[in-house]
């Protein structure tokens, strides 16, 4: 338990970490708001809170409702639960044994029974001692059983992407060691106004979904969050910045990057680029992005998780294959590189803005 | 500074003589019993032990009959009347009947797999009898005993090994891989335990329904209980007092594995009170006792109090049609065990000494059988497979764009290629 206490001082690292120098990115909040949402009611939200928010939505709209994991009974290590407990009763939030294999499984089996089971792992690293039941269980449920049987209403949340120093098992992206697994859906917010929205879709989404929540953006990435219930659709990337001379795909705390690289980039070498938030992992939406590459004729992916057979390859290859006559230049990938995610040499490690904007020099002068 | 120095010094001394006195020693004993201990009563010993797992007695195993089929004591007979008796032989009969001819059928090459379950019969249909309608089960795959108890047709059964159109699981698992929602069964899948946890969970939502009066049972093997999923469920049933049945059969061996080999402990049933399981050992070749303990772990589980019910039997027949036992096991073994100790001789003594049943009975019964199983497996033997589209469905709720465009390139291939994919025949028309 002990390499897990490093939870208990993310709070005072965070705090470090913004004394220490700048964090990696800059977060920017939206521009635009998905349609229908202008005109609502907002309040100020960190992600910890608009995911706290979502939770307490969902289980305020469906009775069935339960959330469960590791320490989500006091608050959860990182707040999300906060409160929960004390408003919807110790049956309906509650802590779970030490064991993620239970949780995905103990959370399938609400889900099969007709409940809306809200499962917690306390960060994607331990996601892996569940990877059994996500992948031959979960994904698989309702198409083994011909549809009489299925878990939709499981939803697995789970921490998420870099912190500073987060080292090997605080900081793992494991997004695509479950795109290769048909049957889940996949979801990586940007920022609290998305990971409410697409949180509230995961949970009511009639089949088994992972919430992959940017833990540095738990409390960094504030901004004005619409008050009430909405819902942001599943499968549906957003343009978050125009452009006409390159497309550039990213998720998570990435899309910060890609944009603070995308302005550097009409600041240096005065190209346009398109940043693409993909949003769902699984299934993406592959028209989105080949619409963008068909206009611009460029497309560079960039993802924390390591290179070889990152998300980022699947892109590359149905972009190549779907837009092969539109192509400019090599489609190239900026990502972490194939080693284990290391504590002092983080700043070397992170696809940074300068890698970024380094691969889109080149790419606008192939 | 001097100050100082002497109040932390009676702080030090008040410490000390605190923890030596009786106040301290009972503060800590109540302590370890309420939150360490679940209210077990706590206590200190000065004596060095170490508990020699050897040396702890085995739970005793339950039963209702000896080896023949005579009621020990009396008290303990359910009595059940002529047509559940009857039902209950029936059922046993039938499955054994059937498994013999469709084990047959995978030796022929017609169906691709089979999983008999000689010897266990007596399990499935005591613990099935002794559940309601509503109680939702999950299986590993030797337990069609139960699914017959609970009506799920022959039809049904031929239509899954075969994986033909009418199998309610559209011919995409291997033969044996059941499920009905109807009848609530959960559709079986191969990876061994997983069902354990998931059952637990069903059973924690159903604790949350008003006035609930519905639980899960799970049944696994001695071998499946040594993955780590089982672990998970033993320990989250009992911290989330879940209403479940945890119904391991003991059948001696996991494929070639031999008990001795799978665990050094007192069986599965040894674990049970250490997780804080209700637990009972009980003849699993004794319908009668199998009955007798699920009716009364249904009833404690209903308190929201997880029981575990370890089934004492034989694997009489190959783990699969994958396997030839006699590698690993001598054929005097599995004789002897047939020949001294049968779940459908022993219940079969029950029901003759009582009038309700005999050897002609018997004749006509198994004639009756055979035939309706050779009828539905012909007929199962003749449905066309559902179309190839239907590969594509039921993977998420809606087929995506990207499926859907893989659907269409399968199509025009086929449309192409057809020559080279015979199979086609054998198939429904595109939907």
């Known amino acids: ?366 | 500074m001097h100050r100082a120095l002497l109040n932390a010094s009676r702080r030090v001394a008040t410490v000390r003589s605190m923890a030596s006195t009786v106040e301290g020693d009972a503060f800590r004993l109540s302590e370890y019993s309420s939150k360490y201990l679940g209210h077990r009563k706590a206590a200190f010993t000065e004596k060095l032990e170490i508990v020699n797992a050897d040396d702890t007695p085995a739970l005793p195993i339950y039963r209702v009959t000896n080896a023949v089929g005579d009621v020990i004591d009396k008290s303990q007979d359910p009595n059940f009347d002529e047509q559940t008796s009857l039902k209950m032989y029936k059922t046993m009969t039938q499955l054994n009947i059937m498994d013999r001819i469709l084990y047959d059928s995978q030796r022929q090459g017609r169906i691709s797999f089979y999983m008999t379950s000689f010897g266990e019969e007596g399990n499935h249909v005591g613990s099935a009898a002794a559940l309601e309608p509503q109680d939702l089960i999950y299986g590993q795959y030797r337990e069609a005993g139960v699914l017959l108890w609970r009506g799920y047709t022959m039809e049904n059964f031929m239509n899954q090994c075969y994986g033909n159109a009418d199998d309610l699981g559209k011919g995409r698992q291997m033969p044996m891989h059941f499920g009905t929602k109807e009848r609530n069964f959960v559709t079986i899948s191969s990876p061994l335990t997983t069902q354990l946890p998931q059952a637990v969970g069903s059973a924690y939502a159903f604790k949350q329904q008003k006035d609930n009066n519905r639980i899960a049972v799970v049944y696994f093997g001695d071998g499946a209980a040594s993955e780590g999923d089982a672990h998970a469920a033993f320990n989250f049933a009992a911290t989330l007092k879940c209403p479940i049945i945890f119904f391991c059969r003991n059948n001696g061996y996991a494929i070639s594995t031999p008990t001795s080999e799978q665990y050094g402990g007192d069986g599965i049933a040894g674990k049970g009170p250490a997780y804080g399981l209700h637990t009972i050992r009980v003849d699993g070749n004794d319908l009668l006792a199998v009955y007798n303990a699920t009716k009364e772990a249904r009833r404690v589980a209903l308190t929201n109090r997880p029981v575990l019910i370890e089934a004492m039997t034989y694997r009489l027949g190959h783990h699969s049609t994958s396997d030839d036992s006699t590698a690993y096991r001598s054929s005097d073994e599995v004789q002897t065990w047939g020949d001294k100790d049968h779940p459908i001789t022993r219940f079969k003594k029950y029901i003759t000494e009582r009038g309700w049943w005999n050897e002609e009975k018997e004749m006509e019964w198994q004639k009756e059988v055979k035939k309706r199983v050779l009828t539905e497996f012909a007929a199962a033997e003749k449905r066309k497979k559902a179309h190839y589209h239907d590969l594509f469905e039921d993977v998420y709720d809606e087929l995506p764009l990207r499926l859907r465009r893989q659907r269409d390139e399968l199509d025009a291939h086929v449309a192409e290629y057809k020559e080279h994919y015979p199979m086609l025949e054998t198939l429904q028309s595109k939907p």
Request: aromatic share 10%; hydrophobic share 40%; charged share 20%.
């Open chain 1, 1 to 366: 338990m002990s390499s897990r206490a490093v939870s208990l001082f993310s709070k005072c690292g965070s705090r470090i970490s913004q004394t220490r120098g700048k964090a990696h990115f800059t977060f920017q909040p939206s521009t635009t708001l998905p349609a229908g949402l202008e005109n609502l009611e907002k309040t100020k939200m960190n992600l910890m809170q608009s995911v706290n928010e979502a939770m307490r939505i969902a289980m305020e709209t469906d009775d069935s409702a339960v959330l469960f994991g590791e320490d989500v009974a006091f608050g959860g290590v990182f707040r999300c639960s906060l409160d929960l407990q004390k408003k919807f009763g110790k049956d309906r939030v509650f802590n779970t044994p030490l064991c993620e294999q239970g949780i995905a499984g103990f959370g399938i089996g609400v889900a099969a029974a007709g409940a809306t089971a809200i499962a917690e792992i306390q960060f994607g690293d331990y996601i892996f001692p569940a990877y059994d039941q996500l992948v031959n269980e979960a994904a698989k449920f309702r198409y083994r059983s011909g549809n009489q049987f299925d878990c939709g209403k499981l939803t697995v949340r789970t921490t998420w992407g870099a912190v500073g120093h987060g080292a090997l098992y605080h900081s793992q992206s494991p997004e695509a060691n479950f795109t290769h697994t048909p049957g889940l859906k996949l979801v990586v917010p940007r920022g609290p106004v998305q990971a409410k929205g697409l949180l509230l879709s995961c949970i009511r989404d009639p089949n088994p979904c992972i919430f992959f929540e940017p833990k540095i953006l738990y409390r960094l990435a504030s901004e004005d969050v619409p008050t009430g219930d909405y819902t942001i659709p599943l499968g549906q990337a957003e343009t978050v910045r125009s452009g006409k001379d390159l497309t550039l795909v990213a998720w998570g705390t990435q899309v910060h990057v890609a944009l603070e690289a995308a302005q550097l980039a009409k600041e240096k070498l005065n190209a346009d680029v398109e940043v693409i938030d993909l949003q769902t992992i699984q299934p993406w939406d592959e028209d989105h992005v080949v619409e963008s590459v068909q206009k611009t004729g460029r497309l560079i992916v960039t993802h924390e998780a390591p290179i070889s057979s990152g998300f980022g390859a699947e892109i590359a290859s149905t972009v190549q294959k779907r837009c092969f006559l539109n192509l400019e230049s090599p489609i190239d990938r900026v990502a972490g590189f194939d080693t284990p995610f290391p504590h002092v040499h983080e700043p070397f490690y992170l696809p940074t803005v300068h890698r970024v904007f380094d691969a889109i020099k080149k790419s606008v002068n192939y």
